[in-house]
């Protein structure tokens, strides 16, 4: 069972937005300011999209941007677009690393 | 430009011992603690252990803690795993994680090393 709790699946036409929550707890997300964002494509090695709840690594579309409120962190994406279509983790850092168990995001 | 390969996965028994090996370049290895987090087929990722740019300080999920050993060879950019008393639930592709250097974050991850534990 994953620690964090992420919904399975979420859908959007392109240039809808999308968003995806984490939701942890006092002792992971909502006790530190360290959750990160992971972008997955089938087959391929996780990418690293947010990290520190808010910030953009270089090269990342600022489309993609993270918040956090008490112990749910979100992200959302704007303006989707078919490339975005992937699977979504999110990580905080809680002593050690705790993950969700993943979105799958469909770009209708 | 930063690299992170994996090697060493294979098909095992249950009970027996594998290690994985991490080769990276093109940063300042020494700086940044290197991590190894799991993926069983169809399932999310799951951390599996830390290790710190000096190799003074390792840390691991609690399934790890007594079976799983993390090392690393500064003199050659490599990252090891050497996990023993492997079971079926430890089949999952290995991927080697590079967090940037004093952040808690994973920002370069390998293609990973597969690791199958079947009888």
């Known amino acids: 069972q994953p620690a964090l709790t992420q919904p399975r699946s979420v859908s959007g036409s392109p240039g809808q937005s999308a968003t995806i929550s984490c939701t942890g707890t006092?002792?992971?997300?909502?006790?530190?300011?360290?959750v990160s964002w992971y972008q997955q494509h089938p087959g391929k090695a996780p990418k690293l999209i947010i990290y520190d709840v808010t910030k953009r690594p270089s090269g990342v579309p600022d489309r993609f941007s993270g918040s956090k409120s008490g112990n749910t962190a979100s992200l959302t994406i704007s303006g989707l677009q078919a490339e975005d279509e992937a699977d979504y983790y999110c990580?905080?850092?809680?002593?050690?690393?705790?993950f969700g168990g993943g979105t799958k995001v469909t770009v209708l | 430009e930063v690299q992170v390969v994996e090697s060493g996965g294979d098909l095992v028994q249950p009970g027996d011992s594998l290690r994985l090996s991490c080769a990276a370049s093109g940063f300042t290895f020494t700086n940044c603690a290197m991590s190894w987090v799991r993926q069983a087929p169809g399932k999310g990722l799951e951390w599996v252990s830390t290790v710190t740019g000096s190799g003074r300080d390792t840390y691991y999920a609690d399934f790890a803690k007594g079976r799983f050993s993390i090392s690393r060879d500064n003199s050659k950019n490599t990252v090891y795993l050497q996990m023993n008393g492997l079971r079926a639930e430890d089949t999952a592709v290995y991927f080697c994680?590079?967090?940037?250097?004093?952040?808690?974050?994973?920002?370069?991850w390998g293609r990973g090393s597969l690791v199958t534990v079947s009888a």
């Open positions: 990580c905080s850092y809680a002593g050690n690393w705790v």
């Open positions: 994680a590079k967090s940037a250097v004093g952040r808690l974050y994973f920002d370069y």
């Open positions: 006092s002792g992971d997300v909502g006790g530190y300011n360290y």
